[in-house]
C-alpha cells in the first residue's frame, strides 16, 4: 500500500527513526545519569564526571563531598589532585620545548641532569617509560630518609647520584611505568626553560588554553593557603570505619613525605578544565598537529615491536570507538581518568576524591552506553 499524504510518511518514518535508533540524546543521558548513580548507592562513587559527544558536553554532574568531615559538597569547579594523569601535562612541556628548538626528544638526560650516574638513557625514553631508571619512591623508602623531611625533585637527583640503584633494564628494552623518569622530565623542564615547572605550565599550557582553575598545588608543602572548593582527597579507614584523610593514618605517612615532588604528579584541575585540555590537543594552540600525533604513537621497542603508550598516553585503537588515548591517576585518597575518542570527538573524564570508589565500574558503563550511539 503506497501512502499518498506526505505528512503521515514523514511522521511514520521519524518513528520508525526513533524506535531503531539505539540511543536518542535524552535517553542517552539518563543512561549516564543512571549508572552514576547506581555507582554512587552501590559502589560508593564520590567525584565528578563529564562526558562529551562530538565535542560537546552532554552530562556533566557531582556526587558527594569535597570534605568528609566537614560536610561540603562537590560540584563542577571543584578541585582535584590528578595524580599521574599530570603526566600528559609533562609531557606537553616537553613537547612545547623541543618545537621551540630548547631540546631534543633523542638528547642524552644527561646533557641536562649531568649527575645521574645513568648511560644511553634519553628524553624519549623519559616519555615512553622505557628508560629502565630505579624507582625513586622505593628508593627514599629504602634509605634512611628522615619522614619528616618532604622530598622535592633535586632530591630525587642527589639520591640517584649518591647511592647510584642498579637500572631495571637497558633502555629502550621493554616498557615500565616509571614515576621517576617524569618527575625527572620536570626538572628538565625547569632548567632548560629557567622557570619553575609550576611557573612553565601556567604560561604556556594553563593560561593559553584558559584553563582557570587549574595549577600545580600540594596541600603539605603549601602550608597556610587555603584553595576555595578543593576536594579533599580521603581514604577508607577499616579500623575507623569511615573515611578519613591520609594524613591522619600511620601507614599512609608518605603522602607528605613525597608531597614535594613535581612532573609524575602535582597538577590540580576540574573536569571543566580539563575538558578544554581536551578540546585545545584538536588545534595547534599549544604545539603543532603533527607534534600532538606523535604523542599518540605507540613506542618502538629495541627489538622493533612496539607498546601501545605514547608521551604521557595510553594509546588503543577499537573497531567501533576508533583511536582512544587515555590516562589513569592514583594518589591516597584521588583516582582520576581522562579517555579521549579522538576519531568521534567523544571524551571521559572522572575525577575521584574518596580513593576510586567505583570509578572503573562509572568509566566502563559510561563507554558501553557511548557505543551503542
Known sequence: MMLKNPLITVAIVALLFACSSPERPDALVASLDSITTAAVDTARFNGTVLVARDGEVIYQKSFGWANY?????LNDSSLFELASVSKQFTSMGIMILKERGALSYDDDVKTYIPELPYQGMTIRHFLTHTSGIPDYMDLFLKTRWDRDKIVYNEDIVEALAKYKPDVLFTPGERWEYSNTAYALLATIIGRVSGKTYGQFLDENI???????????????????????????GFVYSDSLQRFALPDSLKDYWYVRTLDGVEGDGIVNSTTGDLFKWNKSLYTELLVKNLTVEEAF?????????????????????DSVMGKIVRHSGGWPGYSTHIRRYIDRGDCIIILSNNGGFG??????EIEKRLRVL
Not at 568531615?69 to 559538597?73: F, I, K, Q, V
Not at 603508550?309 to 588503543?316: K, M, T
Not at 570509578?359 to 566502563?364: G, L, N, Q, S, Y
Open 359 to 364: 570509578r572503573e565500574m562509572v568509566a566502563e
Open 206 to 232: 594553563f593560561d593559553p588554553v584558559g584553563m582557570t582553575r587549574t595549577r600545580t598545588y600540594n596541600t603539605r608543602r603549601s602550608k597556610g593557603e587555603v584553595i576555595p572548593n578543593y576536594a579533599f
Open 297 to 317: 604513537t605507540p613506542v618502538t621497542l629495541n627489538d622493533g615491536s612496539t607498546y601501545p603508550y605514547g608521551f604521557g598516553w595510553g594509546i588503543e585503537t
Open 69 to 73: 568531615d566537614t560536610r561540603e559538597p
